[in-house]
Every structure is written in C-alpha cells, then in structure tokens.
C-alpha cells in the first residue's frame, strides 16, 4: 500500500513538473505553439484528476484532505482539481460571492492550492486563462480573490510585496501566482 502511495505521488510529482515546463514553452511561442504541447497541456490536468483520485482512494477515511502534504499547517496542494458546481450564493462574511464563469471562458484548473486559515479553508485555483479564483471550501461559495490573498500572504507570512515598485497594487492573477508558487515552495520545502 505504501509502495503504491509512493508511486502515485511520485508520478503526481513528475507530471506537475512536465506540466510547468509546457506552461512556459507555450507563454514563450503564443500563437505558434505546437499542437502537441497545447494537447498535453490539456491531458495532464486530466492525469493529476486521476491520480489524485488514486491516492484519495488510498487513504485511510478520517475527514482528513486526500491531498495533505504538510500536516503541520494544514497547507495542501493540489492539481486539476475536482470539477463542482457552485451556485450563485448571497453575499457572505468574507466579501461578495461571484458566479461562476463559463468553463469555455475559463479553461480548466491547471493548479490549485488548499490552505487553512483559522477555522475557514480556502481553495486557490489558477485556471488555463490566468485566471485565479478562491473557493471558501467550508461553504463552497467562491469569494473575492485579492482580499483573501492579501491575507494569506501576511498570515502565513510568505513574503509577497503586493505592490510593484511603481507602487501600484498587484493584480489578481499576478498575486495569486506569486501566492500559489510561495505556498508549494513552502510545502516543498518542508
């Protein structure tokens, strides 16, 4: 059981990394990427779905994430995430709730990342368009993305400047890819 453990994490590894390189080949030839890559791009995500529901399989069933890497923080992460659907939801606690965009205009998840703050846990997507989308997964209601990430960065003390050096406040996507990458750093360092 542990050695098959180990294998689906390894290969969930190996295609998180296959996967990072294709992203930067196709950020690099835009509109001349081959079709091969934009293929990949597309069935890799699909993979890590596979294999992550694999390894949920595998663990024992104790109201724990099948995707906890870091059990010290409670900081998980995860890739391709499972599709749901979220209905349009009145406006909650944390800030105003959006509807969901059509998959079409979205793409599908290439990255998402788990993390705990307090008693509330929140879901970060990043979605093949660049687009970034927080899911307050107690209530599965997606919120506000830049205010939660302004405090993830400050509570888990990551780092980020939300600032450029003009000044300006960093937008969504550009924080939310900074906030993604420091939070696999830190469970990959751990």
Known sequence: MDDERSHIENLIKAHRKRL???????????????????????EIPLKLQKLEQELWNLEP??????????????TTIESGAFARRIQKRPVGKMGRTHQPQASSELG???????????????????????????????????????????????EKALGINPFWPNGREKNTRTLGREVMRALVAQIEGT
């Open 108 to 154: 599908n998840i290439v990255e998402s990342v788990v993390v705990q703050l307090g008693d509330v846990r929140y879901q970060i997507e990043r979605y093949q368009n660049s687009s970034i989308k927080v899911l307050n997964t107690n209530t599965q209601e997606y919120v506000t993305a830049l205010p939660i990430l302004r405090q993830i960065n400050s």
């Open 61 to 74: 069933q104790q109201g724990s994430d099948p995707h906890l890497l870091n059990k010290h923080d409670n």
């Open 20 to 42: 990072r390189v294709l992203e930067i080949q196709a950020a690099q030839y835009g509109i001349d990427v081959r079709p091969e890559i934009l293929i990949e791009l597309e």
